[in-house]
């Protein structure tokens, strides 16, 4: 794959092709215009912040090549990540647009699973991939720059896809022979991925993962816990770090419930007691005290 006349940065790529950008929270969603044919992009410069690029071809399929030479096809319903502090080369057959979405060294720090390396790509056929691309695009058009609460939220459960993408991939690492990731581990994925939907449940995680109800429930009887205590932990920790962040002091009670994904506030407060028999409030009083 040669370069088609400069090996560029990211950066230079985006000034040289016709970018349209927006920032949502602390993440920027770029839209180029790249041209047919092969492109060099070579590591971000040291003054420039640490960034992952999530790349979301639209109008065409690119192909992607890693430093160590492996290369894989992204169709226009897929994506990848670009790690910006590596040497990376794409090569699109055609012209097309592509979305770039930045995500800072910031936000990857906070998840122990998003530190280098990373896998080179999402696992093949991965469950997780719609619902990234909807998320993302859904984003953009409803312009949630506009709103900082809805932009925090949107930074939280971007990285909390992001990681649950990588658990996946490395699930299928070439050690393993290409054997799926364990059921557990799939399932633990898709619920960081849709905790805040109301609809997630048992039945919803066992139809998107193809296998029964009864077999997912045994994955995680297995470990000693249950599917429905998986989804509520991951819920309840949601609700915890919003009602412990002054970023989200102006959400109702109601509305960290339901950005949590628990169906009301009384749910959640019996998630509370039941966790450490405090309640919302108790939890915001606190930090005020401390701070």
Same mark, same amino acid.
């Given at each position: 794959?040669?370069?088609?006349?400069?090996?560029?940065?990211?950066?230079?790529?985006?000034?040289? !092709?016709?970018?349209?950008?927006?920032?949502?929270?602390?993440?920027?969603?770029?839209?180029?215009?790249?041209?047919?044919?092969?492109?060099?992009?070579? %590591? $971000?410069?040291?003054?420039?912040?640490? #960034?992952?690029?999530?790349?979301?071809?639209?109008?065409? %399929? /690119?192909?992607?090549?890693?430093?160590?030479?492996?290369?894989?096809?992204?169709?226009?319903?897929?994506?990848?990540?670009?790690?910006?502090?590596? %040497?990376?080369?794409?090569?699109? #057959?055609?012209?097309?647009?592509?979305?770039?979405?930045?995500?800072? &060294? @910031?936000?990857?720090?906070?998840?122990?699973?998003?530190?280098?390396?990373?896998?080179? $790509?999402? #696992?093949?056929?991965?469950?997780?991939?719609?619902?990234?691309? #909807? !998320? @993302?695009?859904?984003?953009?058009?409803? *312009?949630?720059?506009?709103? %900082?609460?809805?932009?925090?939220? !949107?930074?939280?459960?971007?990285?909390?896809? /992001?990681?649950?993408?990588?658990?996946? $991939?490395?699930?299928?690492?070439?050690?393993?022979?290409?054997?799926?990731?364990?059921?557990?581990?799939?399932?633990?994925?898709?619920?960081?991925? !849709?905790?805040?939907?109301?609809?997630?449940?048992?039945?919803?995680?066992?139809?998107? /993962?193809?296998?029964?109800?009864?077999?997912?429930?045994?994955?995680?009887? *297995?470990?000693?816990?249950?599917?429905?205590?998986?989804?509520?932990?991951?819920?309840? *920790?949601?609700?915890? *770090?919003?009602?412990?962040?002054?970023?989200?002091?102006?959400?109702?009670?109601? &509305?960290?419930?339901?950005?949590?994904?628990?169906?009301? &506030?009384?749910?959640?407060?019996?998630?509370?007691?039941?966790?450490?028999?405090?309640?919302?409030?108790?939890?915001?009083?606190?930090? @005020?005290? @401390?701070?």
């Amino acid at each position: 794959m040669a370069g088609q006349d400069a090996v560029l940065t990211r950066g230079q790529l985006m000034d040289r !092709f016709g970018t349209r950008s927006a920032s949502i929270g602390s993440v920027t969603v770029s839209m180029t215009a790249l041209p047919a044919g092969p492109l060099l992009l070579a %590591p $971000a410069p040291a003054s420039e912040p640490r #960034a992952l690029d999530l790349v979301l071809p639209v109008d065409a %399929p /690119l192909v992607v090549r890693d430093r160590t030479g492996n290369q894989h096809l992204v169709g226009r319903r897929s994506l990848t990540w670009l790690p910006g502090w590596l %040497p990376a080369g794409l090569y699109t #057959a055609c012209p097309g647009e592509v979305a770039w979405v930045r995500v800072p &060294d @910031v936000l990857l720090d906070e998840r122990t699973a998003l530190a280098a390396p990373l896998p080179p $790509a999402p #696992a093949p056929a991965s469950a997780l991939i719609d619902p990234v691309r #909807a !998320f @993302v695009q859904t984003a953009v058009a409803d *312009e949630l720059a506009l709103e %900082p609460i809805a932009a925090r939220l !949107f930074d939280e459960l971007l990285v909390g896809m /992001l990681e649950a993408l990588v658990l996946e $991939a490395r699930g299928v690492a070439p050690l393993t022979g290409g054997v799926r990731p364990p059921l557990r581990m799939q399932a633990i994925a898709h619920i960081s991925a !849709f905790r805040d939907s109301p609809a997630l449940s048992p039945q919803q995680i066992a139809r998107s /993962l193809r296998i029964s109800v009864r077999q997912l429930q045994r994955a995680f009887e *297995e470990a000693g816990t249950t599917v429905a205590a998986e989804i509520r932990r991951q819920r309840l *920790e949601a609700a915890v *770090e919003m009602l412990t962040d002054d970023r989200f002091d102006a959400l109702s009670i109601a &509305d960290v419930a339901g950005r949590a994904g628990f169906r009301n &506030d009384a749910e959640l407060r019996r998630a509370l007691g039941a966790d450490g028999g405090t309640t919302p409030s108790q939890l915001r009083g606190r930090r @005020v005290q @401390v701070a």
